[in-house]
């Protein structure tokens, strides 16, 4: 596979595999000289050196390898900076480690590094999210810390660079310059302050290698879980995963693949590869003790296609449950689950009611037959592999049926910009004492409705786009449509049902999702 | 709207309906902070969604006010603004309703 791979990676991963340093490890000195040569090179000529040592702007900003990768990316279309792929990656790795942010400044904000398509990015409060986040998300600047003088500064270089904006909606009905420029500013720093103490700490720490065996484990929304093992080891300034997968959805299924990544700041890892033949992009968070990372990859060109994922270093791992094939059963139903983890040799057992055999047992996976008694309460089970422990419900019938997401959008795709799908999954809940008990995501079969009158007179659901039955909505093609009243694009508002099966009878969940229009600014960071 | 009036009609009661700090809005704010990752919420119209949480109130089609939207920079942080920061995003593709399908992605692919 690794022949061909200089055929298809392009952008950040083009400047993480054409890079030519030396043999470098997270916090090393030969990477931090030439970094900081490079920066000197290419910005000194426009950031004046200050007294401290540092840049002026440079040095008072803290941001993600993606948050540079975009300032970079405006120093050259909007300034006139001009700087070769490789150069470009090591100065991004630089700075991320000079002017990063620690594990914890980021955490709240993954999901748009993820990519996540169907995330709701919710503000502070009202006035940052009408000052801010009606254009962009509000992850945008909480990934960002500055200096108060620098936050000023940004609030300057924004009506400068979109002078309309104070006239638009949410702006207008506000003194927004006067506004940003004496107050917003200052309650930036106070959020999202330069100086911090975690993150001085987290410059200052070892950081941890990936290197070794991890037990995977994770999910992909509408196809179930995945499981397996994942081999690290170094390559170069790189990282090279090999992975050895199984498709718990469809069993005997297997996903392999592997990829090359680098690892920013410390624990920001980022990855481009393979799975199954499809070139895939990695965003995950090692832990700051290095033992568990974290995140989801997703295909290269359909970001909303992908998986969460899970990987757990198994070498001195705890006995522990990380995922299972399913998480429920019905009263007086038998079934085959399978739990997977590490460390699972020990005596299986369960709460009383449940009947337990054991099918096969590994350190890795353990396959019990399951029976749930006829007469038990229905309620959440306790299964114990010697430490290990995890919960099976048992149900007897189901009372509520939650779509997620509950609401959403999609965007329809053509010309140059491809398509943003919706995944759907049904989450079936049933009544307990001290509220409902989520007893798990089941298979459903899927239908689309017209959310409201106007979307009916406009034959929505007939434009709109599909849902398959595995509860992924396809927008249709872009563009105007002669065929719809004013040539209208394919755009609609749409209740999504999601129907499931219990016994004889049948519990639906809904959702809304919106059908609309592409868009042609695409950022790592929206 | 407090310090600004629309001449139309359609933007006043747009404006009525879309997010206003000085109370009158309060229905539409909630739709407002469910504002999906990346979606605008400059709700005259929007761009995704309208100010009613719907689509029903967007320009139809798209296309038909595209460079209304570019030239003045409405949604910058979706479509490129020709106005400062990608003058030539719309160059030679006079027609957005028959030439949509050349416009570019302004962030290089990653």
């Given at each position: 596979m690794s022949g061909k791979r200089g055929l298809f990676v392009s952008g950040l991963t083009l400047f993480i595999l054409s890079a030519v340093l030396t043999s470098v490890s997270a916090n090393d000195s030969t990477g931090d000289f030439k970094g900081k040569a490079l920066v000197n090179d290419y910005c000194a000529a426009c950031h004046e050196q200050t007294d401290k040592g540092g840049l002026t702007r440079i040095s008072d900003v803290r941001k993600t390898p993606e948050g540079w990768d975009m300032t970079i990316f405006r120093m050259e279309h909007l300034h006139g900076l001009a700087v070769d792929s490789d150069d470009r990656f090591a100065i991004i790795k630089y700075l991320s480690a000079e002017n990063g942010l620690s594990p914890k400044e980021s955490a709240p904000f993954r999901y748009v590094l993820e990519q996540r398509a169907h995330f709701v990015d919710t503000a502070p409060n009202d006035d940052l999210d009408a000052l801010c986040g009606r254009c962009h998300t509000n992850a945008r600047y909480g990934l960002q810390r500055r200096t108060a003088e620098d936050w000023l500064k940004h609030m300057h270089f924004h009506v400068g660079q979109y002078p309309s904006l104070e006239y638009q909606a949410r702006a207008r009905d506000r003194f927004w310059w006067q506004e940003v420029t004496s107050k917003t500013y200052k309650e930036l720093a106070e959020l999202?302050?330069?100086?911090n103490a975690d993150w001085d700490q987290w410059k200052a720490a070892a950081y941890k290698s990936p290197v070794g065996l991890w037990r995977v484990t994770g999910h992909r929304p509408g196809q179930g879980g995945y499981e397996g093992i994942m081999i690290v080891s170094r390559d170069g300034d790189f990282y090279k995963a090999e992975y050895d997968l199984n498709d718990m959805g469809q069993k005997g299924k297997s996903i392999t693949g592997n990829s090359k990544s680098v690892i920013y700041t410390g624990y920001e890892w980022r990855g481009s590869g393979i799975l199954n033949g499809t070139e895939t992009r990695e965003v995950y968070a090692l832990s700051e003790d290095g033992n568990r990372m974290t995140g989801r990859w997703h295909d290269a060109?359909?970001?909303d296609i992908g998986g969460e994922f899970q990987a757990v270093r198994?070498?001195?791992?705890?006995?522990?449950?990380?995922?299972?094939?399913?998480d429920y059963l019905r009263q007086g139903e038998t079934k085959q689950i399978i739990l997977h983890g590490t460390g699972l040799t020990g005596k299986a057992s369960a709460d009383k009611g449940l009947g337990l055999s054991i099918v096969h047992q590994d350190s890795n996976s353990v396959t019990l037959q399951i029976t749930a008694g006829r007469n038990i309460a229905p309620g959440s089970y306790r299964v114990t592999v010697g430490q290990a422990e995890t919960a099976i419900v048992v149900y007897d019938k189901i009372d509520r049926v939650k779509i997620m997401p509950e609401w959403t959008i999609a965007r329809l795709g053509g010309g140059n910009t491809p398509p943003v799908s919706a995944q759907f999954e049904a989450t079936a809940y049933m009544k307990g004492k001290d509220g409902d008990i989520k007893i798990g995501i089941m298979p459903a079969l899927w239908l689309v409705a017209p959310f409201n009158a106007d979307a009916e007179q406009m034959k929505d659901v007939d434009f709109a786009g599909r849902i398959d039955q595995s509860g992924r909505f396809m927008p249709a093609a872009a563009g105007p449509n002669p065929d719809r009243k004013y040539s209208t694009n394919n755009a609609g508002n749409l209740t999504i049902i999601g129907r499931v099966k219990d016994g004889d009878h049948q519990v639906s969940g809904k959702a809304q999702l919106i059908v609309t229009v592409q868009r042609w600014n695409l950022p790592p960071i929206r | 709207m407090k310090y600004l009036k629309p001449m139309n009609l359609k933007a006043q009661a747009l404006n009525r309906a879309s997010f206003s700090?000085?109370?009158?809005?309060a229905k539409m704010e909630v739709v407002a902070m469910q504002t999906v990752a990346g979606c605008a919420s400059t709700m005259d119209p929007g761009w995704e969604v309208d100010a009613f949480g719907g689509i029903a109130a967007l320009c139809q089609p798209m296309e038909a006010d595209l460079y209304g939207c570019s030239d003045p920079c409405w949604w910058p942080a979706q479509v490129p603004d020709?106005?400062?920061?990608?003058?030539?995003?719309?160059m030679d593709k006079p027609n957005a309703g028959a030439d949509?399908?050349?416009?570019?992605?302004?962030f290089p692919k990653r």
């Open positions: 999202y302050p330069f100086q060109i359909y970001y198994m070498d001195g791992a705890e006995t522990q449950v990380l995922t299972q094939s399913s | 700090s000085s109370g009158d809005g020709v106005m400062n920061s990608y003058p030539d995003w719309d949509w399908r050349q416009l570019n992605n302004v």
